[in-house]
């Protein structure tokens, strides 16, 4: 089997910066995952990074995802893509605000609710 394509080396303050994202908890729940997958198969680490099997058992993930995170941290490519079709809301603030108002209200002399 040929060696991994893409390999993780962080520098020291990258490694800082993603255990502080793990250790605050404060995030995400796939941003702390997708951080402790970089900081798991990290080559600069003490001992050896672990293999992508290991790394996908230890996180309850799948060996693919690994490979995924793996390839975006190398490559640079952090964020999610942005959704190209997304619809646009029917309903501004002002629409909303006037649909509440009839529904809430009393209805009008002849019509029930």
């Known amino acids: 089997?040929?060696?991994?394509?893409?390999?993780?080396?962080?520098?020291?303050?990258?490694?800082?910066?993603?255990?502080g994202l793990v250790s605050r908890g404060r995030s995400a729940a796939y941003k702390q995952t997708h951080a402790r997958i970089v900081l798991m198969s990290d080559e600069r680490q003490a001992g050896r990074p672990m293999k992508d099997e290991e790394i996908?058992?230890?996180l309850k993930v799948g060996r693919?995802?690994?490979?995924?995170?793996?390839?975006?941290?190398v490559e640079g490519a952090w964020n999610r893509k942005t959704q190209l079709r997304r619809r646009s809301k029917k309903l501004d603030g002002e629409g909303q605000r006037h649909l509440i108002a009839m529904a809430c209200s009393e209805p009008r002399q002849g019509r029930t609710s």
């Open 56 to 58: 996908a058992q230890a």
């Open 1 to 19: 089997m040929p060696g991994k394509k893409y390999r993780v080396r962080l520098s020291p303050q990258e490694r800082e910066e993603l255990e």
């Open 64 to 73: 693919a995802m690994v490979e995924r995170v793996r390839r975006r941290c």
